[in-house]
């Protein structure tokens, strides 16, 4: 690579005729960018739509909006409002009509563990059963709603049908009831 020096010190050695082309060259566009040159690239291109000026104070805008219409309202229709019905006079809190209800409560209820290993893996869902309880909070029926099978369904069963409850009551006095259990078991 050779260095041009312009103060050159051989008097023999001339600055070559490309290097005296790029520095003018570069002469002009410091000059361009110093002085900025309108129009020596400007391309126009014709455009469609028109820039407007911003609001400046004391001054009026370019192009005034546009002045919106104002329709006066027509007549509202008159809409027939009906007044809600008072509701009828309850009885108590039950929904029955009858008063001093509570449901039963299991006393005795040991969680079921089937064998899962039976269950391909990955296995998840639930053991829906619809149970009866007796005014002697006793389980005295069972139904399985929805099952897994593979025998989870028949060792729910046995350990629920262990359970004591206290009873339902209504108006104090013990009855029989409906409850439905639902367990959840998933295989790793």
Known sequence: MELVSLNSTHPDRRPSLQTIASIALHI????AFKYQVRGVAKVRRPSTARMLKPYAPGR????QPPKPKIVPPQEEPKLAI???EPPPP????????????SVAMANFYPAP???LSVLPHGTRGDVVIDIVVDEDGKVVDTQVDQGLGHGVDEAV???VQTWTFTPATKAGKP???????LFHFERA
Do not use: N
Request: without cysteine; hydrophobic residues 40%; charged residues 20%.
């Open 90 to 101: 309850s009885s108590g809190g039950d929904p029955s009509g009858e008063a001093d209800v």
């Open 60 to 63: 009026t805008a370019v192009v």
């Open 175 to 181: 009855v029989a009831s409906k409850q439905q259990l």
């Open 113 to 115: 563990k089937p064998d």
């Open 28 to 31: 002009l566009l410091l000059a």
């Open 82 to 84: 009906k007044k809600p």
């Open 157 to 159: 069963l046995a350990v």
